[in-house]
């Protein structure tokens, strides 16, 4: 009798196998987190209802953490300190409602969100840390490099904090694409040697933090797209897709200061996307011009008044302080607004 070959039945199996103990583990996981994050929005509730009692006294929260923490520390650790169970406090004042927490994140996470005072900022950042599956990691950098405040500058608050919800879908590439972007995990040093091969071959390196930077709905197509032209070539450094406005995305990178012939090329690439690539159901291929340095005004001269695919966005190689970026998000706006 002939023996029946299973090597792909087998492999399929152990894939299933292997599917279902990850998914089991990472469930495990994130029920202890969860546990954890639980364990200290009642410790915040049971500390405020203590609080309120002796309210009288201005100083009686004070005076109850300190002795709690005395008497708890010995047994269970640095994990319940002074400063961890004023944060369970804090948790419990700004989220009162327990059904309201979500699973999906840590206590990492909400010990970041509980610091950020602007209640929209907060639920825009806790609403897209679930969207995305951010890591606690992740979250902490798009907090820091003021992904919220970016956004802010191409959109009102309350589509960006729509599109977190999600109640609208993105419909124009502004709002998605920030200006600046911060591309602090290249690793590149801020020195102006560097050349733009340098630059792209660090982003196809950290392709997953750029497509993080990029934000929702990109994938990567290719990188020196080759474009033929009668018996001319170019290339094209950077080409992705965004699934959410449906369409091509050029990226040209550019070490030094936006000139207008920059600009000219980036169109003739997207030109070609446009009458070569692009299906029927697609909308228009955007180009984005990634510089170090603009001329805002110059920017709009050099492309007409209508223009909505071409984008000029300055890079970041390392995180400024936040009020490098409240200053640089304050000046665009008085632009803006001219």
């Not at 990472?26 to 509730?45: I, P």
């Not at 405020?48 to 709690?68: P, S, W």
């Not at 009162?96 to 907060?122: C, E, F, G, V």
């Not at 890591?135 to 798009?142: D, F, K, S």
Request: hydrophobic content about 35%; aromatic content about 10%.
């Amino acid at each position: 009798m002939k023996e029946i070959d299973t090597s792909n039945i087998n492999n399929a199996f152990i894939n299933d196998i292997r599917a279902i103990i990850n998914t089991a583990r990472s469930n495990a996981v994130r029920s202890v987190d969860f546990q954890r994050v639980q364990m200290y929005w009642h410790l915040g509730k049971r500390i405020f209802e203590e609080e309120q009692q002796g309210k009288q006294r201005a100083d009686y929260g004070t005076y109850l953490i300190k002795n709690l923490a005395k008497q708890l520390e010995p047994d269970y650790g640095s994990g319940f300190s002074v400063r961890q169970l004023e944060m369970c406090r804090q948790f419990y004042r700004i989220y009162p409602i327990a059904n309201a927490l979500r699973s999906q994140l840590n206590w990492t996470q909400y010990r970041m969100l509980i610091q950020i005072p602007d209640p929209d900022k907060r639920k825009y950042y806790e609403l897209e840390a679930v969207n995305n599956g951010w890591t606690g990691r992740e979250l902490e950098r798009q907090i820091n490099s003021m992904l919220y405040e970016r956004l802010l500058l191409s959109n009102d608050k309350e589509s960006v904090l729509a599109v977190a919800r999600n109640e609208r879908t993105p419909e124009s590439p502004k709002e998605i694409i920030k200006d600046p972007m911060i591309l602090e995990f290249l690793g590149l040093e801020r020195n102006p040697a560097y050349y733009e091969k340098d630059l792209e071959s660090a982003i196809i390196s950290h392709i997953a933090d750029f497509l993080l930077e990029l934000g929702k709905g990109f994938s990567f197509v290719a990188r020196q797209k080759r474009i033929l032209i009668e018996d001319d070539e170019f290339f094209a450094d950077l080409v992705f897709y965004n699934r959410l406005l449906r369409c091509f995305v050029v990226i040209e990178l550019k070490t030094g200061k936006l000139t207008h012939q920059d600009l000219g090329q980036l169109q003739m690439y997207v030109n070609y996307y446009d009458r070569m690539e692009r299906t029927a159901d697609e909308n228009p291929t955007i180009g984005i011009l990634l510089c170090t340095s603009k001329n805002d005004t110059a920017v709009k001269m050099s492309l007409p008044e209508d223009n909505s695919t071409i984008l000029a966005s300055e890079y970041k190689l390392y995180l400024p302080s936040t009020e490098q970026l409240i200053k640089e998000v304050e000046n665009v706006k008085q632009l803006v607004n001219k």
